[in-house]
């Protein structure tokens, strides 16, 4: 299955993989380097198909928790000034995504959908300390009963050169949907409140939809 903002791309990767298949096998003559060749074409498309998959999760929705937004690996655990929307001191939870990954982003707690904002910016790669004030991003609060208010903020990377975000102000989220897409590298900031339970530690491996980032 994958997520129809690869579907375009994905169509047009597949008419290049066929036009160069057709060309490398009219034109070249050595039989290892017309092997080598449609391998190497065929192993970029499969990258292509990689990225843009969007597998099911199956998602415990609990509003005592708060999920993983995207795929990963923990960069950061610490606690922040976060000036855009709080102005004031929050724990900030950081996964990076590698272009391997699944960049789905997903919601991470249920409510109502109080901020939406898209902020143009630079292209710094992902884990840089100012990737997350001046880069390419948007930024989305969530507010429930359990956590108050829970903001995330997608980044785009070095790579990144396009943020698909679906959310909109005033509308309800649903814990684990689909809530936008960063193309090619990027990393998700989850802002929580101070007194809330941290289950990850850094270096950790999480899966959007799925893997308990705090608890409340």
Not at 157 to 166: C, D, E, F, S
């Amino acid at each position: 299955m994958f997520h129809k903002e690869g579907h375009k791309i994905i169509f047009i990767s597949l008419l290049i993989v066929v036009g160069l298949f057709f060309l490398i096998d009219g034109f070249i003559t050595l039989e290892w380097l017309r092997k080598g060749l449609m391998i190497l074409v065929l192993g970029f498309f499969i990258l292509i198909l990689q990225f843009f998959r969007n597998p099911k999760r199956h998602t415990h929705a609990n509003e005592a928790h708060a999920l993983s937004p995207v795929d990963g690996k923990v960069v950061v655990i610490e606690e922040v000034y976060e000036k855009e929307v709080f102005k004031d001191k929050r724990i900030q939870v950081s996964v990076f995504m590698s272009p391997l990954n699944v960049h789905v982003t997903r919601y991470p707690i249920t409510g109502k959908i109080s901020y939406s904002k898209y902020h143009p910016g630079k292209y710094l790669v992902a884990w840089h300390p100012k990737a997350s004030e001046e880069n390419e991003r948007t930024t989305v609060v969530v507010e429930n009963e359990s956590f108050g208010k829970v903001l995330y903020r997608q980044i785009a990377g070095a790579l990144a050169k396009r943020i698909v975000n679906y959310a909109k102000q005033g509308n309800s989220a649903s814990q684990g949907a689909d809530s936008g897409f960063i193309k090619f590298g990027s990393r998700v900031d989850l802002f929580l409140p101070l007194d809330a339970n941290i289950k990850v530690e850094l270096n950790q491996k999480v899966r959007g939809g799925e893997s308990v980032i705090a608890e409340m």
